[in-house]
């Protein structure tokens, strides 16, 4: 069995080449100065007077008198709490002789016991799973598997080109999409820290603040002492108004890492929501002497400044007096955590935090309605497919504020050509767009629309992909599908504007809503659309039913319902091959052709052209 040397900081065991510690990540001695392997247990000695000792040597060196390290699980899996003591001691009530004054201690404790903060993490995973149990959530610790092997020189590679697209992403504020990303690295090695930082951060911007908790306390597991460990765990507790167990976990940090400037404005905003407004004070103050130029801090301190001064109670002051709490020693940070901390701050600068905010006001029911939006601008009377050959057909496109459905069979790119009318009238005529795809997530999709040879380059913000997790957790918690749904798109529309929207499909919807009677809910989703004052496109399933060479469509409820119906069918040519073709069945307000078109996609771009029998 190869040799194990057990890791200084943590007490972990590491393979006899190891540079690094795999739980912590600290750096290991080299093995000329690990500790000597533990002596076996004595045997029992017969009664009577012991025997003296045998003189040491000339030259020799005692055995080492340095207390072990006992290991404390605090965690599920294999995360313990390292702390020194003696098992030698703990087995007699002799105390041992004692050393030599001029003896050195040993290198492996030099840097004196390991704080145990066990009792603070555990807390905070009990409020999160009570808090979670009582809205229905499902709450449960990562515990890594047994059998998994560790991360080769592959998985390596693919582990950095994953956490390269990523952070890309994070960059981009486009936090769903690099979920996905940050799961596969995670997948390939699931002791790398970094990941799980950026992982939760992810979760907690997309509003699933248990997740985000899981993220944050695998990070602790990995790292008792990471400092955005310890920020997000904060963060993700004042989001669930747990404010105690936030404040608490928050004072623990501070003293793990006094120098951290968001620590310390993180717990200011905990300390103003619990209206310990002196606290909290002190808190910004300390965040601003560390960085001046914290944003969040000076609009909160000024805030708190104000409020204090409308209370204008002189106890106060003399609160404030008071001396600052006692800094505690800080270990420099590695470089993955410095790494973590870069992009983290980037993001943070490039969001404000109202933006999280925004979600939480529309779920509250007892605040006022938010003040209308500004008056939009005059809307063009078609809305333009961008379809060569098409809008032609139609007098110029589709007439503004109607719900059309795109139908067709399988592989007839009802997606593409709804994706491809949205992403052309965001990038060229300024519109804002929204896709909500309830079967494919948002990465599959962008992909795909990308390897047809669509240009994704459209203003920011102007083109919107929600996924099916989206979808589910707007659905979940409601009774009303309808209202669930109007709930969030609304909001969506007040805060950004939305004139175009797709919901792909009608079929996965009436899953995920349980639909009881299928025309009612039909007629309450189409009127729901219209009232939005949008033009809305819904994808749904239609096979081919072919009767004596005759396409036959079928009686269903929201053709009759829809202002518009377009229809997509493979045509076979031939034994061999086959054609792609569209028809315009039905399109109330205009003239057009109700003939098929061939359709064709060349170079990121929709054709159609008149179909030739056969």
């Not at 955005?228 to 963060?235: N, T």
């Not at 496109?537 to 319902?561: K, M, N, S």
């Not at 792609?580 to 098929?596: E, F, I």
Request: aromatic share 4%; proline share 9%; net charge negative.
């Amino acid at each position: 069995m190869p040799k194990l040397h057990p890791c200084p900081n943590c007490g972990s065991f590491n393979k006899k080449d190891a540079l690094r510690c795999h739980a912590c990540g600290r750096a290991l001695q080299g093995p000329a100065e690990l500790p000597p392997e533990p002596l076996p247990e004595p045997l029992p000695e017969p009664s009577g007077p012991p025997a003296p000792e045998p003189p040491a040597a000339a030259g020799s060196q005692s055995a080492p008198q340095a207390s072990s390290v006992v290991l404390k699980q605090v965690m599920g899996g294999q995360v313990y709490s390292a702390l020194v003591g003696d098992e030698r001691r703990r087995r007699t009530p002799d105390p041992p002789p004692p050393p030599d004054a001029g003896a050195a201690p040993p290198a492996e404790f030099a840097e004196g016991e390991i704080e145990d903060n066990s009792d603070v993490i555990a807390a905070a995973m009990d409020r999160i799973r009570a808090k979670a149990h009582e809205e229905g959530h499902r709450f449960k610790p990562y515990v890594r598997s047994k059998s998994r092997r560790e991360a080769g020189p592959k998985a390596a590679e693919e582990l950095a080109e994953q956490m390269g697209l990523a952070v890309a992403l994070l960059r981009e504020r486009r936090f769903e999409e690099a979920i996905e990303p940050l799961l596969r690295a995670i997948a390939r090695d699931d002791e790398n820290r970094t990941s799980w930082i950026l992982l939760g951060e992810a979760y907690l911007r997309v509003d699933r603040p248990y997740k985000a908790a899981v993220a944050y306390l695998r990070s602790l597991e990995l790292s008792p002492k990471d400092e955005q460990a310890w920020l997000g765990l904060g963060r993700v507790l004042r989001f669930l108004d747990e404010l105690p167990t936030a404040a608490s976990v928050l004072e623990r940090a501070t003293r793990i890492h006094p120098d951290h400037a968001d620590i310390w404005a993180e717990r200011g905003l905990v300390l103003a929501s619990m209206q310990k407004l002196p606290e909290a004070l002190r808190s910004l103050g300390k965040a601003l002497d560390l960085r001046p130029d914290h944003r969040v801090a000076l609009a909160k301190r000024a805030e708190v400044e104000a409020l204090i001064q409308e209370q204008g109670a002189a106890e106060l002051e003399a609160e404030l007096a008071a001396p600052p709490e006692p800094p505690a020693t800080n270990q420099p940070a590695t470089e993955d955590a410095a790494f973590a901390g870069d992009i983290l701050q980037e993001i943070e600068e490039a969001i404000h935090e109202e933006t999280r905010k925004l979600a939480r006001e529309s779920s509250d029911e007892m605040k006022p309605e938010p003040a209308a939006p500004p008056p939009e601008a005059p809307r063009p009377p078609h809305v333009r497919t961008f379809v060569e050959g098409l809008d032609e057909t139609m007098e110029g496109g589709i007439p503004w504020g109607h719900l059309v459905l795109i139908e067709g069979a399988p592989g007839t790119m009802k997606s593409s050509l709804a994706f491809s009318i949205l992403l052309h009238n965001a990038a060229k005529e300024g519109l804002h767009c929204l896709y909500l795809s309830l079967e494919e997530r948002a990465s599959s999709l962008l992909r795909q629309m990308g390897s047809l040879g669509l240009k994704l380059d459209v203003p920011k913000g102007s083109l919107i992909v929600l996924d099916p997790r989206t979808a589910a957790d707007m659905l979940a918690e409601r009774t009303d599908w309808v209202a669930a749904l109007e709930k969030g798109i609304r909001a969506i529309k007040e805060k950004r504007g939305l004139d175009l929207i797709v919901i792909d499909s009608l079929e996965a919807l009436e899953v995920l809503a349980k639909f009881k009677d299928r025309r009612r809910e039909m007629y309450r989703l189409f009127e729901w659309l219209r009232d939005l004052a949008v033009t809305s496109f819904v994808i749904t399933e239609r096979p081919d039913w072919l009767i004596a060479g005759h396409v036959l469509q079928g009686r269903w409820d929201e053709d009759f319902l829809a202002d518009g119906v377009v229809h997509l069918r493979i045509h076979m040519v031939s034994d061999l091959e086959a054609q792609r073709r569209l028809r315009v069945v039905k399109m109330r307000g205009t003239k057009h052709d109700t003939g098929y078109l061939a359709m064709v996609l060349d170079d990121g771009r929709f054709r159609v052209t008149r179909a030739m029998s056969p």
